[in-house]
């Protein structure tokens, strides 16, 4: 269930074509003279641990990119909206510059569906020559765009396109269709979803890998869904757009539908969003059978030079600021030179008569087994800046995933962290073969929580491990019967993929599974713990752990307050489980009439362009197009 890869030599842009696009739309952008606004779609379910704080103090990096990108490729009328900032907000209100935008994009995570899809409903009440191009992206895009689809012709909430790849498939659906684009009254442009609707029918789009669009839409839902293939990737990650172009485009947060005259000022950014989001790297050396990561960067890993993460650090706290970072990386520590070269060039960055390491803190995502290879570098990484870095345990035992961690280790890399003045924030994983307690023994979750709170953890990260779309695990997990389908009358909703809600697991009575995630939480966060962490806050850590401690108790009442009733519900209600896991029910091709890359095994196949009738080919679809490898 893995997203098939291009071939090897097909797979990355050549060196400077993300720059060049940005340049060539620059050549045009007065002439089209676009209004656009980004939403991030954010569902309010899932405020619990551990994204509480962050989840509304950050401001997500995805659709701050496409913001940011669509800026730096000169078109300045851009707004950024976020959903957690303005939950009313409605795209049949909004006004930019007093008018309709040319080009509504949403970004959502699977997480956040459901208000992704309210967006593109309000958007269809819309008349549709007055509706603007409406382009949906975002991880729920990469794995399942057929998801943003609807097949319900009562409950219609299709976007013109799903973008399932990165800034450059935008720009470059955005090229296209800008070429095909006449002029219109007022010397503008004509509107921006005829030009649209003129090359998709051309096939225009056909050539740009990373779409999925619908043809001979009927009462608001398509026939079929054409998908152009699996995107290729910038190879280097400095051509992407500097991320402080997307924060001048905040929208002000707000209770209104529509949007603000003016973005947020630069001086009150830092006030909503204390922590900017850089991408820094991209890809994992580790192959985790339930993370999606390694099919999704096919096998590349990808980096910024630590010259250019240094100009971003200083120009988000000179403009804006912040001086709080968290990076984005799936593994910093993957590469141990490069980390060193980074760290290195963050140490030493001097601008404006100041030491860059006095403004900026941050922190990323690692390894056990990588911390530990570079113990004795951990000082250097601290002078850089670092003070926090999120470890993936996962299991101490290896019981679900080995990446070279044990009990021992794992207490071994804790102490040199929190030695070097960095705080080990532990990213746990509770599966049916762990059991609670094991006296004796560090099988248990109770066991190696404890463990963890004795090695010097800030803060616990503890989620169920669920089914992951593009995971190699995910198909199984379903056709096994091990995800539920509802429990007491209640269906499982997209948001309660979280990690948060038992939701899959073999256990007869999976209710114990969701008792013991807040058990555990319960144990790590609680009054006695916060006493003891200010008693002993004379260390490097200084009150880090106490702020921790204070913001889990928060999360851990929000999750108890969300989590106990389906708890119940697995505990005295029916349970039904599903056999498959979720498939388009409009069927799918590439351009030329072969499966589609995005797929899911049991998609109806639609006919070929040049086919008679209009009934899908009577078999399932595969994951493999004609030029991809599995």
Known sequence: MELPRRAHDDRLLRPGELTDIRRRLRAVADAHDLASVVVCAFDRRTRMLPFIYADVRMAPAGPRAI????????????????????????????????RVPDLLLISSMSLHT????ALLRDARRMPPDRRPLVVVGGSVCVYEPWNVFSDDPDRPFSPDVAVTGEEYVLLHLLEVVLSARRAGAEGRGEPLRRAFARARDAGMLDDVPGL???????????????????????????????????????????????????????????????????????GC??????????????????????ERIADEMHRLWREYGIRYFFGTDDNFFNDHRRTLEVAETLARTEVDGYKLRR????????????????????????T???????????????????????????AEAFGALRAAGICPMPMMMH????PFYTPGSPSGLLNQVRLLRKAGAVSLQVLMITPAAGSRLYEETFTSGRVLRSAGGRVVDDHMFDGNYVIASRDR?????????????????????????????????????????LLGMRGLVQTARRTLGWMFRLMLGRIERRDAPPASRVPMRDPAGDPAAHAIPGTPIAPPPDAADGTPRPRAAGRAPTGATS
């Open 67 to 98: 913001a940011s990108a669509l800026a730096d490729a000169g078109f300045a009328k851009t707004r950024l909206l976020l959903q957690q900032w303005n939950p009313r907000a409605r795209p049949s209100a909004m006004r930019l510059d007093g």
């Open 114 to 117: 459901a208000a992704c899809r």
């Open 212 to 282: 999925v669009y619908g043809l001979g839409a009927r009462d608001g839902v398509a026939e079929v869904l054409v998908d152009t293939g699996i995107q290729r990737l910038a190879g280097d990650l400095d051509e992407l757009p500097h991320p402080a172009g997307g924060f001048a485009l905040l929208e002000r947060p707000g209770k209104s539908a529509e949007l603000a005259p003016r973005p947020l000022p630069p001086g009150q950014v830092r006030r909503h969003s204390r922590i900017a989001s850089l991408v820094m790297t991209f």
């Open 285 to 306: 050396k580790f192959s985790c059978p339930y993370c999606s990561i390694g099919a999704y960067n096919q096998g590349h890993y990808r980096t910024k030079s630590g």
């Open 359 to 382: 403004k900026a803190r941050w922190g990323t995502e690692v390894t056990v087994h990588d911390t530990l290879r570079l113990r004795e570098h951990l000082p250097l990484i601290r």
């Open 384 to 410: 850089a800046g670092a003070r926090a870095l999120w470890l993936g345990v996962e299991d101490m035992t290896g019981a679900l995933v080995r990446k070279g961690q044990t009990a021992g280790k794992t």
């Open 431 to 434: 599966h049916d073969d762990q």
């Open 509 to 549: 009575r999976p209710w114990r599974r969701q008792l013991n995630l807040l058990a555990s939480y319960a144990y790590f966060y609680n009054p006695l713990r916060l006493l003891t962490t200010l008693l002993k806050a004379r260390d490097r850590l200084g009150y880090k752990p106490a702020g921790a401690q």
